[in-house]
């Protein structure tokens, strides 16, 4: 299959989560063609089993794969987490996740090797943040916490309610009594929460912004193989769902932060 660097960009999530990954790389690189896809009739994919995820992540890549993708990009922490491989044994072009480029970030950011990560229990219970960290550096060390009511928040809207606030300094009690220097926010739902979370950190732990470190990588890759679209006009954007769920239109306009436009129904 012939690529070329007018092709665009493949993302892909369990649902709305991945679109703060295209937020980013709409801001980092304005010119680049992004086609989504969120199985939004299948999500949560966090309580699935391993075969299960594989399975759906397989048949979403071949999506993308026909609409002539240059790259693809796995927005969803847990399907990063159980599915790469498989994903790069049918893909024909580059494969990035938002797991990798987290822990790329993370090595960088943190000076006492001492680092948070916080995520849904699917997430944090694959071990899949410290095995990436550590890859790059054995030495850091790594508190995890799990946050399963993060996610409903941040659907709810309720990134600045006190509910959210209580919630959070719940969570991170545990991680800030380990005296981390970096934060990262292994769920794509999180940066929603970022203001509230530095404020509740304080201004001397970095945070790790998953979908911000996937638009540098993105930018850097496509920057080393000469592929970035040459062509300077307004990019095309495309949203494909496996179901339009009640307030979906809603949610997803908060994490792209701008209207959505016409998003197309993919029945299997």
Not at 7 to 14: L, T
Not at 200 to 227: K, Q, Y
Not at 235 to 258: S, W
Request: hydrophobic letters at 45%; aromatic letters at 8%; glycine letters at 6%.
């Amino acid at each position: 299959m012939q690529h070329n660097p007018g092709h665009p960009i493949g993302v892909f999530d369990s649902g709305v989560g991945g679109l703060t990954v295209v937020r980013a790389l709409m801001e980092r690189l304005p010119f680049e063609n992004i086609i989504y896809f969120g199985d939004t009739a299948r999500v949560p994919y966090g309580i699935k089993s391993t075969e299960t995820i594989i399975g759906y992540a397989g048949q979403i890549t071949e999506f993308l794969l026909q609409q002539n993708v240059k790259l693809l990009i796995i927005a969803c922490n847990t399907m990063a987490s159980v599915a790469r491989q498989t994903v790069e044994q049918i893909a024909s072009v580059p494969v990035l996740d938002v797991i990798e480029a987290g822990a790329r970030s993370t090595v960088g950011a943190t000076k006492t090797k001492s680092v948070g990560v916080i995520g849904t229990p699917a997430t944090i219970n694959s071990n899949s943040y410290a095995r990436a960290i550590h890859r790059h550096d054995r030495d850091i060390r790594i508190f995890s916490q799990a946050c399963p009511l993060f996610v409903p928040l941040v659907e709810e809207g309720w990134l600045d309610h006190p509910v959210t606030r209580l919630t959070a300094q719940e969570y991170l009690a545990p991680v800030l009594a380990e005296h981390i220097d970096t934060l990262v926010l292994g769920c794509t739902h999180y940066p929603l929460l970022k203001a509230l979370l530095q404020e509740l950190v304080g201004p001397a732990i970095s945070l790790v912004d998953s979908a911000e470190a996937m638009a540098d990588i993105t930018a850097a890759l496509l920057e080393e193989t000469s592929f970035a679209n040459p062509s300077q006009g307004a990019p095309q954007y495309r949203y494909y769902v496996t179901d339009v769920p009640l307030r979906f239109q809603m949610i997803a306009e908060r994490f792209l932060g701008r209207t959505l436009p016409k998003v197309e129904i993919v029945k299997w």
